[in-house]
């Protein structure tokens, strides 16, 4: 792990094919007095001496360049010299696919470019590049493995259909979230209640990650639609730049997407999706509150435990950024801490209880 002491500045280095995107990067994370930019390199092989030259704490890496991807730079980083990296994305297709390979990969986090060059989107490009920085500089990074595509499913009572036809999972996460929410849902067996996630992420990314958790799950999971209806079997992921909110006909459960105000600086907001099931649901929810910086979800997650919902939060030594689960814990939120790989095991334990 690295342990950032209060004093000294946080190394980053800079990898940009773009002398433009490079200098913007440069000098802009130059204003935080916690940050110190090492150097810049505009390509990776040019990155791996600098890395070995100037030992940064963290690196900044654009997705896409065209001697060498980010992604095929990332593995040898995580393969030789294992560190925290933000990827720096576009918003297309192309980037948005290769972004979700890096965060499979070991990448931390990620920030998306402005589509449009004008100052306040670099503004809030560089500050939220700034913040992540902060938290992925105390991140424990190791090299990486090959990954468990057999998790193994978990138990659902025997009598599930007939108890959890009308039960509701609601999971949100943010900071490492992409592949904690994997670890969950391909867990899920087939016939699993209906399942809402929140994730914090941009417009254009949600419909990518959904389609390659649905191509990995026994589940269906698919990008929320406005009205869709909340089924066993099936996963709604909230649409990026959208709220995902739960709403209930009769028997029936559906979702709402909408595009009122950011919650705590998010839209999609966890709080959202947790404060509506606490209301629409009550005691026939789960609220799972996973890795993430910031305090997105903990309220909600209260307010759910408080009208009747078991509750679970993800323990500290799994989370890549133990901020999210912390708040809720903090907050007596939390009914149950558990270990990513035990959370989806432990959701069932809960509704075979109620």
Known sequence: ?????????????????????????????????????????????????????????????????????????????????????????????????????????????????????????????????????????????????????????????????????????????????TEAIKNVLTRMPADAPGILVTQHMPEKFTKSFAERLNNLCHIEVREAKNLDSIIPGLALIAPGNYHMALKRSGARYFVETHQAPPVNGHRPSVDVMFESAAKYAGNNAVGVIMTGMGADGARGLLTMRENGARTIAQDEETCVVFGMPKEAINLRAAERIAPLDKIADEIFRLLEKK
Do not use: W
């Open 1 to 177: 792990m690295i342990d950032i002491i209060s004093h000294r500045k946080i190394k980053v280095l800079v990898v940009d094919d773009s002398a433009v995107a490079r200098n913007i990067l440069v000098q802009g994370l130059r204003r935080y007095p916690f940050i110190e930019v090492v150097g810049s390199a505009p390509d990776p092989y040019v990155a791996k001496d600098k890395i070995i030259e100037l030992n940064p704490d963290v690196l900044t890496l654009d997705v896409e360049m065209p001697r060498m991807d980010g992604l095929t730079f990332l593995k040898k980083v995580m393969e030789y010299h294992p560190m925290p990296v933000v990827m720096v994305s576009s918003l297309t297709k192309k980037g948005g696919e290769l972004t979700l390979n890096c965060l499979e990969s070991g990448a931390i986090d990620f920030v998306t470019k402005p589509e449009i060059d004008v100052a306040d989107g670099i503004e809030r490009m560089i500050s939220g590049l700034a913040e992540k920085i902060k938290f992925a500089a105390k991140v424990r990074v190791k090299k990486r493995g090959i990954a468990d595509s057999t998790a193994p499913v978990a138990t659902l009572p025997s009598f599930a259909m007939i108890e959890t036809t009308n039960k509701i999972i609601a999971i949100g996460a943010s900071t490492g979230g």
